[in-house]
T-cell receptor, first 112, second 113 residues
Framework: GENVEQHPSTLSVQEGDSAVIKCTYS??????FPWYKQELGKGPQLIID?????GEKKDQRIAVTLNKTAKHFSLHITETQPEDSAVYFC???????????FGTGTKLQVIP | DVKVTQSSRYLVKRTGEKVFLECVQD?????MFWYRQDPGLGLRLIYF???????EKGDIPEGYSVSREKKERFSLILESASTNQTSMYLC????????????FGPGTRLTVT
């Protein structure tokens, strides 16, 4: 099955700084690369995803970059705000009826 | 908006009890999933279903079973609860072929004493 690793497991940044979380995967058939955000007391929510034919995607302060050759993709958050504090998960997927493997999560703390 | 609801936010059960966790989605999604979430271990897939009456084992199915009699409802069953099943349980759903875009419920915090 898919082997998914996320780094770092915890990350503390000052408000206004940038944060980067990296996800490495093993299945070369992966074509969808989503990131989920889980706020305290809630279920994870998809915040951004990228397809394999695209190298980078931006949505306001968040962006995802993909290096398919090296089998990793990253979540970038710029100008961090306290409300960005959450646990973030990656979940690379090959599509179809395969199960999705989530990364172990990164706890981001934004210090005001 | 997609809504996934879970029957309880908090549940306390005794060792050996049979436990039912219910999940309902309102977006006519074909796929439904059950995960457990433990600190440091992320989300681990217990079972998933891509159609009514269909089920597939995930990574940690031991000690659990599932039922999907209707498209909108996916139940997780702990036949004989044990203390090592104390955890947060999350249900999710997605369209067929779009497992990367899952919608999650708020979770059920189960404590087995």
């Amino acid at each position: 099955g898919e082997n998914v690793e996320q780094h770092p497991s915890t990350l503390s940044v000052q408000e206004g700084d940038s944060a980067v979380i990296k996800c490495t995967y093993s299945d070369s058939a992966s074509n969808y690369f989503p990131w989920y955000k889980q706020e305290l007391g809630k279920g994870p929510q998809l915040i951004i995803d990228i397809r394999s034919n695209v190298g980078e995607k931006k949505d306001q302060r968040i962006a995802v970059t993909l290096n398919k050759t090296a089998k990793h993709f990253s979540l970038h958050i710029t100008e961090t705000q306290p409300e960005d504090s959450a646990v973030y998960f990656c979940a690379p997927d090959s599509g179809g009826y395969q199960k999705v493997t989530f990364g172990t999560g990164t706890k981001l703390q934004v210090i005001p | 908006d997609v809504k996934v609801t879970q029957s309880s936010r908090y549940l306390v059960k005794r060792t050996g009890e049979k436990v039912f966790l219910e999940c309902v989605q309102d977006m006519d999604h074909e796929n439904m999933f059950w995960y457990r979430q433990d600190p440091g271990l992320g989300l681990r897939l217990i079972y998933f279903s891509y159609d009514v009456k269909m089920k597939e084992k995930g990574d940690i199915p031991e000690g659990y079973s599932v039922s999907r009699e209707k498209k909108e409802r996916f139940s997780l069953i702990l036949e004989s609860a044990s203390t090592n099943q104390t955890s947060m349980y999350l249900c999710a759903s997605s369209y067929s072929g779009s497992s990367y875009e899952q919608y999650f419920g708020p979770g059920t915090r189960l404590t087995v004493t």
